[in-house]
């Protein structure tokens, strides 16, 4: 059973390999970029093509209305490092579908090496899809992004676990990440979420919640505040500002108990 359970198979050739590879690649297969497709994965590949080109254009689109500093289609693909990290990924997640070796990581590598944006070619991203300036985003390998979501520069979307299946978080849609924040583990968020800047989320987020702090707690919203993604971070609750209120209210009360209960007693 030891041996049957280190066994890998060559997605190129079909060659038995043994456990000390990294990937399920022979050399042979690595070395010269080949993998074997199937004819009735034409229709795949076509799919997946399709939705580059669907997808794409709704991150740009999503570039002038998330950023009114945006001012032509030249300036946001030359000068936005979140555009150009969300195109190389898309290229990038396209070859992954389709099985193709080596080739994606390699340009995700590019990709953060001119704007400084990691993502893994195997992460899922919905459209409308922006990344405002970018610098230290991670997201991982196994992480879910639904449509109409903003992230900002800082932000980890990462695993805790060194096993190889569903690590990292699932984001649902229409959902701001601010700046510095990090959500870890296989945990989801759900739609229309806030999330504050420098925020440690842990753990599972309900649809039309705003989450601060670390760990991040979530303070309730209505519907109707949240359906709309806006940049307007300063509305970002403060639960701490808020207790903190609350018990001075409550010391205000317990000293005025006080002096009345001296007064009455001639104290």
């Known amino acids: 059973m030891s041996n049957l359970k280190n066994t890998l198979t060559c997605i190129g050739c079909g060659k038995n390999l043994s456990a000390k590879y990294n990937a399920n690649l022979c050399e042979s297969c ?3 970029l080949s993998l074997q497709l199937k004819a009735e994965d034409a229709a795949h590949i076509i799919t997946e093509i399709n939705n580059v080109l669907t ?18 289609i030249v300036e946001v693909l030359t000068a936005y490092p ?3 990290a969300v195109l190389l990924y898309r290229i990038a997640h396209f070859l992954w579908k389709i099985g193709v070796p080596f080739i994606p990581r390699y340009l995700s590598y590019i990709a953060y090496q001119i704007t400084g944006i990691d993502i893994h070619p195997g992460a899922k991203i919905g459209k409308s899809f922006f990344i405002d300036h970018g610098s230290g985003v991670v997201i991982g390998e196994t992480a879910e992004i639904g449509d109409n979501v903003t992230i900002y520069q800082g932000v980890t ?13 699932t984001i649902g849609n229409n959902v701001v990440i601010g700046a510095g924040a990090k959500i870890l ?23 039309d919640s705003v989450v601060v702090g670390v760990p991040g707690r979530i303070v309730r919203k209505d519907r109707a505040e949240s359906v709309k993604v806006d940049l307007n971070h300063q509305r970002i609750p403060d639960p701490i500002t808020q207790i903190i209120s ?22």
């Open 185 to 207: 583990g296989p945990i989801r968020i759900g739609d229309n979420v806030k999330i504050g800047a420098n925020s440690v989320v842990i753990s599972d987020v309900p649809a």
């Open 55 to 72: 997808n794409f254009p709704t991150d740009i689109s999503a570039a002038f209305n998330k950023d009114p500093a945006a001012r032509s």
């Open 30 to 32: 690595l070395l010269g």
């Open 246 to 267: 609350s018990i001075e209210k409550k010391i205000e009360n317990l000293e005025y108990e006080v002096k009345r209960l001296k007064e009455d007693a001639n104290i």
């Open 157 to 169: 979307l990462g695993g805790v676990s060194l096993n190889p299946g569903k690590r990292h978080p």
């Open 82 to 84: 979140g555009i150009q």
